[in-house]
């Protein structure tokens, strides 16, 4: 007669062990970044060579003048790689805005990459319904910050409109408008974080806690925009930036 196991003999089995999660490693991604950044920079990979090659020809070269060729070599190569690697982390981050340029929400995107000192809602404090221009408001030290997001011809109006609008809840904050895109007299989408954190800070962290209350009571529309990226990994939310 088969032998049946009992209850307590299979609850005594050992668990099945749960799968490991495999590591992400550090060259894993830099291999990302590299394929992300080939397909929109084709000719990424002759300037990553050509400053491999161009940092240990000097190595070289100075080997060759003082006779210490191998030491120097040797020296040279891993000086090489961080160049080759600091080149790919500026093209990769360019290649990643170009990416969500002309994008609705690339702004608030760019914006939230800046790691602390600044609070940028996903929600947009305004929107124009019929062209889509769309404004989002920041808090920091430097006070607020409205940046619009369209054809600087019509942005601009709707800046000046939210300014008047927050102006009246909080009049002794310091207001900052910018314009991000392309054009005349506006912000460049990779240079827009770096200019925001350049305005000077006047407010103290309690001061910050407090409008951040206020500005929350102001609300916004809501509307679906890109999540935050980070141009370093250059691996920005492809289904964010598609709106879903």
Known sequence: M????SPAAASSEPSAKPA??????????????????????PAVTWWLLGSFLGVLAIAVVIGLLVDQLVYLI???????????MYLLARRAETAAYRQIEGQPG???SALRTIRRGWEFPEEPAAVDPRTQDLV??????????LVGEGPSARIGRLLDTERKRT?????????????AGSEEGQVPLRKLPRTVQKLKSTLTKQEVAEISKR?????GP???VPKGIDPMRARPDRKGMRGR
């Not at 088969?2 to 196991?5: I, L, P």
């Open 2 to 5: 088969a032998r049946q196991n």
């Open 167 to 179: 102006a009246r809840v909080l009049p002794n904050v310091p207001i900052t408008l910018l314009q």
């Open 222 to 224: 809501r509307l679906p």
């Open 215 to 219: 500005l929350r009571a102001l609300g």
């Open 20 to 41: 490991k999660v495999k590591k992400v490693r550090w060259y894993h991604q830099l291999w990302q970044a590299y394929q992300m950044t080939r397909k929109v920079d």
């Open 74 to 84: 040797l020296l040279g190569l891993p000086f090489a790689a961080l160049a080759a």
């Open 106 to 108: 690339a702004s608030l």
């Open 136 to 145: 989002f408001r920041g808090i920091g030290r430097a006070g607020i910050v």
